[in-house]
């Protein structure tokens, strides 16, 4: 059964940091893209960032360029998405989601046909 499971949310301060895990099982991610995706109390779930199956290419939404990056380790099938600078509004429950690539348009990173979507990890940055 396919599957993915985020992991290394929790509280940080402003400015800090914090690094997320999305484990792959039951299907390799040497062929799948995957993108993480948030969703704060009100607010609609957006892109965050989408990295190939190769993991060659990379993706970030506008607002999380400079702070965010998003790596793959395949022989782990794990991605990550490193976080710095992280403000107040970067809270919210983090997602990932695999497809066959990366969608992006207009500094958007899109969910078009992800599927696979895991359960979310919490993301609280507050002093």
């Known amino acids: 059964q396919a599957q993915l499971v985020e992991s290394g949310g929790g509280l940080v301060q402003p400015g800090g940091s914090l690094r997320l895990s999305c484990a792959a099982s039951?299907?390799?991610?040497?062929?799948?893209?995957i993108g993480w995706f948030r969703q704060a109390p009100g607010k609609e779930r957006e892109g965050v960032s989408c990295i190939s199956s190769s993991g060659r290419s990379t993706y970030y939404a506008d607002s999380m360029k400079g702070r965010f990056t998003i790596s793959k380790d395949n022989a782990k099938n794990t991605v990550y998405l490193q976080m710095n600078s992280l403000k107040p509004e970067d809270t919210a429950v983090y997602t990932c989601?695999?497809?066959?690539?990366?969608?992006?348009?207009?500094?958007?990173?899109?969910?078009?046909?992800?599927?696979?979507w895991g359960k979310g990890t919490l993301v609280t940055v507050s002093s």
């Open positions: 989601a695999a497809d066959l690539s990366c969608r992006v348009a207009a500094g958007k990173v899109l969910e078009g046909r992800m599927h696979y």
């Open positions: 039951g299907f390799t991610l040497d062929y799948s893209a």
